[in-house]
């Protein structure tokens, strides 16, 4: 029964990977400026073209796996969409008087000149990705080489001077550790290490190890919860930040810890990441009356602050996704297939858009679509990632 489900649901994700990639290609080239459109309605026409770094990086990236690990994407016009969108980056991201020749732009205009900048390290994380990715494709050394020193810049903000962020220090903010920092490092070091040996492996050693202890710390109240944000010692903090969780970022934290402990054979590493990482948010995140998962939930029940706490967003269940998945495929665990299930089946009545193609992103509680775009400042290109999982999961049953 395993491999006969896994086998319909990788025939289902195929068929739906290719009309994601289709979508895009089709719509979201500017064969004007180079790079690509991130607001796109529903049908597929542009309502703005501000660009979002975040964004072209993802999208740069996932042109680039798709065509280095798939053969059926192993095309000339997927390659030369990605290098048209990395010299995009490479040209307009980097902000070059904003105090240090590595912070990048959140927000670009279709041009490519600089229009927001945000206090945070996720426009270099992707840039990083991209850079990396493109880098193995083509195999340009220099690119290889600049995603390296940007990767020592984000370890230096994040571990040793933070100032090169632009963000003062405030009398009244305390330091806090937001879960999404050292995940986003370790999904980095996972990228620059990959089927690579020697020094380049060596170099990030140490800093894989260090995310996986900082990602630990969030598991807090005697291993029954995950928090999104805890001091900067580890404890929990005051307030509705102390008590806020995001059980999506815990999913997608918990592959990225089952990835890392897979990799270092550390098997109480991977046992925390199935039990704790992916099982408690996923029970406490699951509406039980309407299905799907939660965006935000309070430890101690209250109501959380954020307005959009009840939705039901395309992310969180691309990560369970991942996350159950890939723990299934190691552990052979019925119960896991099984919870796998139960988001495929959500997931996939829910947000894809069968007229149109590509996903919708943003659900109410009910399961309605809310905002009809799909992409956005935030929302880009989906299910690749699943595909692949599916294809090496479906190889180790024949």
Same mark, same amino acid.
């Given at each position: 029964?395993?491999?006969?489900?896994?086998?319909?649901?990788?025939?289902?994700?195929?068929?739906?990977?290719?009309?994601?990639?289709?979508?895009?290609?089709?719509?979201?080239?500017?064969?004007?400026?180079?790079?690509?459109?991130?607001?796109?309605?529903?049908?597929?026409?542009?309502?703005?073209?501000?660009?979002?770094?975040?964004?072209?990086?993802?999208?740069?990236?996932?042109? #680039?796996?798709?065509?280095?690990? %798939?053969?059926?994407?192993?095309?000339?016009?997927? =390659?030369?969409? +990605?290098? !048209? &969108?990395?010299?995009?980056?490479?040209?307009?991201?980097?902000?070059?008087?904003?105090?240090?020749?590595?912070?990048?732009?959140?927000?670009?205009?279709?041009?490519?000149?600089?229009?927001?900048?945000?206090?945070?390290?996720?426009?270099?994380?992707?840039?990083?990705?991209?850079?990396?990715?493109?880098?193995?494709?083509?195999?340009?050394?220099?690119?290889?080489?600049?995603?390296?020193?940007?990767?020592?810049?984000?370890?230096?903000?994040?571990?040793?001077?933070?100032?090169?962020?632009?963000?003062?220090?405030?009398?009244?903010?305390?330091?806090? #550790?937001?879960?999404?920092?050292? %995940?986003?490092?370790?999904?980095?070091?996972?990228? =620059?290490?990959? +089927?690579? !040996? &020697?020094?380049?492996?060596?170099?990030?050693?140490?800093?894989?190890?260090?995310?996986?202890?900082?990602?630990?710390?969030?598991?807090?109240?005697?291993?029954?919860?995950?928090?999104?944000?805890?001091?900067?010692?580890?404890?929990?903090?005051?307030?509705?930040?102390?008590?806020?969780?995001?059980?999506?970022?815990?999913?997608?934290?918990?592959?990225?810890?089952?990835?890392?402990?897979?990799?270092?054979?550390?098997?109480?590493?991977?046992?925390?990441?199935?039990?704790?990482?992916?099982?408690?948010?996923?029970?406490?995140?699951?509406?039980?009356?309407?299905?799907?998962?939660?965006?935000?939930?309070?430890?101690?029940?209250?109501?959380?602050?954020?307005?959009?706490? !009840?939705?039901?967003?395309?992310?969180?269940?691309?990560?369970?996704?991942?996350?159950?998945?890939?723990?299934?495929?190691?552990?052979?665990?019925?119960?896991?297939?099984?919870?796998?299930?139960?988001?495929?089946?959500?997931?996939?009545?829910?947000?894809?858009?069968?007229?149109?193609?590509?996903?919708?992103?943003?659900?109410?509680?009910?399961?309605?679509?809310?905002?009809?775009?799909?992409?956005?400042?935030?929302?880009?290109?989906?299910?690749?990632?699943?595909?692949?999982?599916?294809?090496?999961?479906?190889?180790?049953?024949?």
């Amino acid at each position: 029964m395993s491999v006969e489900k896994l086998q319909r649901y990788r025939e289902q994700m195929r068929t739906e990977l290719d009309k994601v990639v289709d979508f895009w290609q089709k719509y979201s080239h500017d064969t004007q400026y180079g790079g690509f459109f991130t607001c796109i309605g529903k049908d597929g026409k542009i309502y703005d073209e501000l660009k979002y770094v975040w964004l072209q990086g993802r999208q740069v990236w996932m042109y #680039c796996r798709l065509y280095r690990t %798939m053969e059926r994407f192993n095309k000339p016009e997927i =390659l030369e969409a +990605a290098k !048209s &969108g990395g010299a995009f980056l490479r040209r307009f991201a980097r902000i070059p008087n904003s105090g240090s020749p590595w912070k990048c732009a959140f927000c670009l205009t279709r041009d490519g000149k600089a229009l927001k900048v945000q206090r945070t390290i996720f426009s270099e994380c992707f840039y990083v990705m991209a850079m990396d990715e493109l880098a193995r494709v083509t195999g340009d050394k220099d690119m290889q080489a600049e995603a390296a020193q940007m990767m020592d810049q984000l370890v230096h903000w994040v571990r040793v001077d933070p100032s090169g962020l632009g963000k003062p220090q405030l009398s009244g903010d305390t330091p806090v #550790c937001s879960m999404a920092v050292p %995940m986003m490092l370790l999904c980095l070091v996972q990228q =620059l290490t990959e +089927a690579r !040996s &020697g020094e380049e492996v060596d170099k990030y050693r140490e800093v894989g190890g260090w995310c996986v202890k900082q990602i630990l710390q969030h598991l807090q109240r005697g291993g029954t919860a995950i928090l999104e944000s805890v001091s900067s010692e580890g404890k929990e903090l005051p307030g509705c930040e102390g008590r806020l969780q995001n059980p999506g970022h815990a999913l997608e934290a918990g592959w990225f810890l089952l990835q890392y402990g897979l990799e270092n054979g550390d098997q109480e590493l991977q046992r925390t990441a199935v039990d704790k990482f992916m099982e408690i948010p996923f029970l406490t995140g699951w509406d039980k009356e309407h299905g799907g998962l939660l965006y935000f939930l309070d430890v101690d029940g209250y109501c959380p602050t954020q307005l959009e706490w !009840s939705m039901k967003l395309w992310w969180p269940h691309c990560e369970a996704l991942i996350a159950y998945l890939m723990a299934y495929s190691h552990t052979k665990e019925p119960a896991l297939l099984d919870r796998f299930s139960q988001v495929y089946d959500y997931t996939f009545s829910h947000f894809s858009d069968a007229e149109n193609g590509e996903w919708f992103g943003y659900l109410t509680q009910q399961g309605k679509v809310t905002l009809d775009f799909k992409g956005g400042p935030f929302k880009g290109e989906n299910v690749n990632r699943l595909e692949k999982g599916l294809v090496r999961n479906h190889d180790r049953h024949k």
